[in-house]
């Protein structure tokens, strides 16, 4: 069974994360099949805005934590992402809607964060929890304080602490807070919307806005990966992984 569905419709796909038996954690071949679905979705001039959403009752928890233990008791590497892969959805010149359907943690949020839309169901939360692996948040360090206020974003970064549809639809990190059987219906209905438009007019004002969003965001880049180097390659961002893993709470040892 693929890791990603990708369906099409008339002038709309929907990616849908298919890991559920590990709440479609951003690992398996999900990446690669995103990436070959992203490809074909941005080829195709019928393809007008795009739906990401979650199989079962998350949106996606992130990083797979068991496949990064993996990774580093073999002491292989997660390899660097590009710039591209870190911003799939917002770099895409067509439009893309987050339905996040259930429990959006983590790296997972952050994919939610790289959509230009997001709504939400009254089932969905959340979170930020890197600092809990002692490990560092991807996106949302560049990105978050560029969607919420300072102050919000720097509560959710460093505490871990979850966020419910109610605060994040508040904080205006999502547009609707929808009943669970509404959310697909309700992402379809945006999507229609934006496809009823001139398609050179919604790519521009895309394009111009995020050009706003990510201005100086590879200067933050460059220096995220002077950051990471040292956080990552700490004892403490060993200890988190095997700690989850190992259903325990971590000993950290500030080094």
């Not at 109610?166 to 807070?177: I, N, P």
């Not at 309700?186 to 806005?209: C, H, S, W, Y």
């Not at 403490?236 to 500030?254: L, N, S």
Request: proline fraction near 5%; charged fraction near 25%; include cysteine.
């Amino acid at each position: 069974m693929a890791d990603l569905v990708y369906e099409k419709h008339d002038r709309y796909a929907v990616f849908t994360m298919n890991r559920p038996d590990r709440l479609n954690a951003l690992g398996g071949t999900m990446m690669s099949e995103l990436q070959e679905a992203l490809d074909d979705f941005t080829a195709d001039p019928a393809m007008r805005a795009g739906i990401l959403t979650g199989a079962g009752r998350a949106f996606s928890a992130g990083a797979d934590l068991k496949e990064m233990n993996q990774r580093n008791e073999s002491g292989q590497q997660g390899g660097q992402r590009t710039l591209e892969a870190n911003m799939p959805f917002s770099r895409n010149p067509k439009p893309f809607i987050a339905a996040v359907n259930g429990l959006c943690l983590a790296g997972g949020m952050e994919r939610a964060l790289d959509c230009d839309i997001r709504i939400c169901s009254t089932e969905a939360y959340f979170g930020l929890f890197e600092v809990k692996r002692g490990i560092l948040p991807g996106y949302a360090i560049h990105h978050l304080a560029r969607l919420i206020p300072f102050g919000e974003a720097m509560y959710v970064l460093l505490t871990a602490d979850r966020v419910s549809p109610e605060q994040a639809h508040q904080w205006g990190l999502v547009h609707d807070v929808v009943e669970p059987k509404e959310l697909l219906p309700r992402a379809t209905e945006i999507a229609e919307m934006i496809a009823e438009n001139a398609p050179l007019a919604v790519e521009g004002t895309k394009a111009m806005a995020n050009h706003w969003r990510q201005l100086a965001v590879d200067e933050s880049y460059r220096m995220g990966s002077w950051v990471s180097k040292v956080v990552l390659s700490s004892e403490d961002a060993k200890e988190g992984p095997r700690a989850f893993v190992e259903k325990r709470p971590p000993e950290w040892k500030g080094r």
